[in-house]
């Protein structure tokens, strides 16, 4: 179902970020499973390491200078958000930056620019393949 693009940019960021960590996890996932048989605690285990703020904070520095000046505009509107406050073991800086992140992915994806969503998967996992 395609969404009207004002709808998809009056969307709260919140609310982008809530799509945008199921897209992101679902790459993940998507990922992991593509390398082989593995075990599921390992899928599991792997999965939360990759998606925790920490790691998506690193993954955003891998493909920040590929971004368009309106992927650039999201992801910053993510990242300045007002949230809540940073999980345990992760700084305040990373976890705004995985809301950013989180943002942009599921801005992409109401969008319906999968491709895009796995050009940059593909650049933020760079080191991890």
Not at 21 to 46: F, I, P, S, W
Not at 61 to 81: C, D, F, I, P, Q
Request: aromatic share 6%; proline share 2%.
């Amino acid at each position: 179902m395609l969404i009207p693009k004002q709808e998809i940019d009056a969307m709260s960021v919140l609310a982008l970020a809530h799509m945008g960590d199921c897209v992101y996890e679902l790459q993940v996932r998507r990922m992991l499973c593509c390398r082989g048989t593995l075990t599921a605690n390992t899928l599991h285990k792997d999965t939360v390491a990759l998606v925790c703020a920490r790691a998506q904070a690193k993954a955003v520095r891998r493909m920040l200078s590929s971004l368009s000046e309106e992927e650039l505009a999201v992801y910053k509107r993510g990242r300045n958000a007002h949230s809540h406050p940073a999980p345990r073991n992760t700084s305040e800086g990373e976890y705004h930056a995985a809301t950013g992140l989180e943002t942009l992915f599921g801005w992409l994806y109401l969008r319906e620019e999968q491709s895009r969503i796995e050009e940059l998967f593909a650049l933020a996992m760079e080191e991890k393949k």
